[in-house]
């Protein structure tokens, strides 16, 4: 009695187990997947930087003269030069990227001396996020505030997924629209002389960091318990008092969250700044002139250079500098602002 | 919903299988994507069976594909450096072949408005350089030179910067344009503007008349002075291949070479070889 | 008091205005890029092939590449998104620091830089996967699959755009109510019978509407494809999955920086621009639209 049950419960039972098990193990090694890329990423990105902090002695032939074969008759006459008269752009023993020339003030990658400075495209990046957050965030925080506090359901309704549609716009449109309309117009009302400038990258950035603020200050503004506000209300506060001192105060680590992922953003951004900001690698702090920003220069240069050179070492270096920075700000958006808001909820 | 990945699946599997015909793939320098593409797609037209592959990017993205096997015919606008060629070597164990097909007069665009008429070499070079900033020191009105220049990946930029600047590095001002059309289309709209590029681009901009030196007589980048050597920054442009060209390819460069290929090469605004 | 009551209703005005102005210029753009191409979009532009140097013609091999790229990146991208969200919904075990790590990675990944996916799509599957498949499987000096190509475009896209799935499908398995998961086990199932039958059914709008979301956000990425993939000219379309292909986003790019003619073309960059946003446009309407029916039915 007791094996035969044992035998007929045995191969049902089994078989299930079987799928139940390899159900769950293939659903949780899948799900490791995004953390594994998360490792592959850096390793990866890492991989190919790594010639910089282990640089390899560099062999050129610089000898022996080395000169391609000919094809087709050689024309009869030799009026174009093209000797390179003792100054060459070839990539010579200068060619290393070393601390002193990674933090230079220079940013030219092709030359006999090549100088792979970083501080002007750091400070491009910076340039350009700083103004993308200071046009942005504040118009991305009121129109937060107004359709979580002051307007009414149907509004918010409609306010919220109109904006959620300005996030599906691709970054590239923004950059075209940048290019063409953007600078065209801040030309005319500034008057400035270079058309293509920090500013206009940061306008069009603005674009692409009010969906993303916007989203985050509204989700921490609505995560506010009722009872808080209602207990303003009941103790006679108006509505617009009840916004201003009791939720938004609450709601202040969510907005500084908001503010930080709208600088991650802006600070990787890529198709914006390459077609709308000139692309000059100056070192300077007015904001009406060109910058190059460290996305921008590997979208520009990386499918030029030749793989495994030191200038592509550098570009992949870049990668891995945006990487850690973004991972930092999202960190500290992640882990201090949420343990804030617990905090404060909890009342602590 | 299972049916539908399954029909994704076996979408993508028949697309994986499906084979076509025999594909050369050009690629390179931006100031020749002009002439290359109106040479493939003429090419096409006539031969049918072949399917020619042309992108642009700079010479050096050329090049590096040429290095990195990706591409079978490279267009560069700059002679292939040694270190180049030592990287092919290394790979491929060749030199590579190159093979002039056109030759362009490097002109100095500027905007139509501006004054200035002739720059000699030594005032580009200032201008490029930084050390001249402003136009009234080259005979312009007062204003600021708002300075275009290309991408550190295109040979234009790098034989402007061996042959003009002689070796030093561009003014940080510079605002590098990814492509030939993006400088003329700046230089354009801005009236204080100077650029640099293939001859074959100009529309709606005027070029400068260039000297060798500050008491030589200036040159507009015409054919005849091209020809008999008297505008001093012109260069040739080049195919690149890994080794002598064979079958469709060796079909393909002879073309291009013969009196129909040139035929193209001076529509589009370059000069014929031969 | 008096000042108060200004204050209050200046910041009414001040943040409806912040409201008007993005919404401004949302339309404001639609409209500048529609009618700007408005001129060139004809049947012709949609189904036509460029000519003369990219200078006239139409878009059709961008706008089959861009499908392709988002056909073959859903493949990979929404399984994985689907399963990690039933893993961190159904499996794991909300308080362990496995879980909080794997979520943790989540939102990192979110953050990344696209621009650093492409850098990845060319260290790891061109310069790593690539070169080794052809150490394997071609003839020495041949290289096939260590260049970049639609497949590995697809794949640095599909990496790229996994949260988007995941957070789209969690959001809706957290609709579907305990008492069903509960009433399945209760019946005799097992998890994964419960799982299957009851609470993917039950969440397949979430799928549905992460799987939209995820086509849009591929459709519009140029810079993870800037090196893995996109091509400035084909003349043919993709036939194999090692073929380069042209992309509406990369199209856009290239016209308005490295065209032949960038006046000339202005028009075809406007119309291709309209394209493009039309697409994503349509999409996040249709993902937007399906949610929100689906939020209406949770709450009736």
Redesign the interface.
Known sequence: MLTKKKNNGNSLKRK?RL??FL??Y???S??????A??V??FV??F??AAPIFFPKEKKINTEEFLQSETYGEEPSDSSASNSLEGYSSLNGSGDVADFKNLTGKDWQPVGENPKYGLIPIFIGSLKVTVIAILFGA???I??A???SL??NKKLR?F?K?????????????????A???IATIIQNIFGVSYRLNAFVGGVAMA?AV?PIV?TVTEDSLTAIPKYMSEASLALGA?R??T??FVVMPAATPGIFAALL?GF??A?????IV??ATGNAPLTSFSIFEPVRTM?AT??AE??EVV?GDTHYTV??FI?VL??II??I???IA?FYVRARLMKRFRGE | ?KKI?FA??I??AA??????SK?ITVKGS?TM??VA??W??KY?SEKSGI???????GSGTGIAALI???TDICNASRPMKPSEREKLKQR?NTLGVEVKVAKDGLSVYLNEVNQVKELSLQQIKDIYTGKVTNWKEVGGKDSRIIVYGRENSSGTYVYFKDNVLNGADYTATMQS???T??V??AV?KDKNAIGFGGAA?A??IKFTAVKKDANSPAFLPTEENIKNGNYPIARYLYLYLRNKPTGEIKEYVDWILSKEGQEIVSKVGYFPVK | MMN?KF???G??I??????A???A??IF?LF??YS?GRDYLTWEFITGYP????TEGGIFPAIVGTV?LV??M??ACV??GT??A???NE??NKKSILTK??R??????S??????????G???FI??VGTGMDKVFSEP???QW???NILWASMTMA?LT??VV?VSVEESLKTVPDDLRAGGLALGA???QT?RKIIIPNS?NG?LTGTILAI?RG?????PI??TGA??????LP???TD?FMNL??H???M?????????T?GI?YAT?FV??IC??S???IA?FVR?RFRQKIKS
Not at chain 2, 15 to 20: D, I, K, P, R
Not at chain 3, 14 to 19: D, E, F, G, M, T
Not at chain 3, 51 to 54: A, L
Not at chain 3, 112 to 117: C, D, E, L, W
């Open positions: 299930f799928s139940e159900a769950e293939t659903i949780k899948v799900s490791f997947i995004s953390l890329v998360i592959l990423i990866f990105v991989r190919e504040p118009i991305a009121l129109a505030i107004y359709s002051f307007a309704e306010i997924p109109a904006i959620e549609l300005l996030a599906s716009f691709p970054s590239v449109v923004i950059g075209f629209f290019l063409i309309t674009l009010i916007y108006t617009w008092q916004a201003l992922l991650g953003r600070f990787g951004e890529t198709m390459l077609m996305s590997v979208g990386m499918a793989f570009l992949f990668g945006l990487f973004t991972f700000i999202n960190a992640e | 919903m990945i994704v699946v979408m993508a697309f994986g299988f499906y084979m076509q594909v931006d994507v002009i593409q109106r493939a797609e096409m399917t020619i592959q042309v992108t642009g990017g990195n096997g990706t491929f344009l990814p492509g059309a993006a003329v289309n354009v681009y529309k709606g | 108060n204050l209050g209703k910041i009414v001040i943040s409806a205005l912040s409201v102005a993005i919404i210029s949302l753009i500048e890029i700007g000519k003369e140097g990219m392709l056909l073959i859903s493949v399984p994985i399963i990690t039933i893993y961190l499996y794991a790590i794997i943790f990675g989540v939102n990192t990944l953050g990344v830089p696209s621009i650093v996916f492409g850098l990845f060319l260290g790891f310069q790593f000096g041949q290289l260590g260049q970049p990496f996994i949260p995941i097992t998890k994964w799982i397949i799928i849009g459709a519009g990425e140029v810079a800037l090196f091509a400035y000219f084909l003349p043919n036939g194999k999955l380069q986003g990369y856009i790019y290239v308005a920086t490295q065209s032949t003619d960038v006046e000339a202005k960059q621009a493009l946003l994503t446009f999409l996040s309407f937007i929100y």
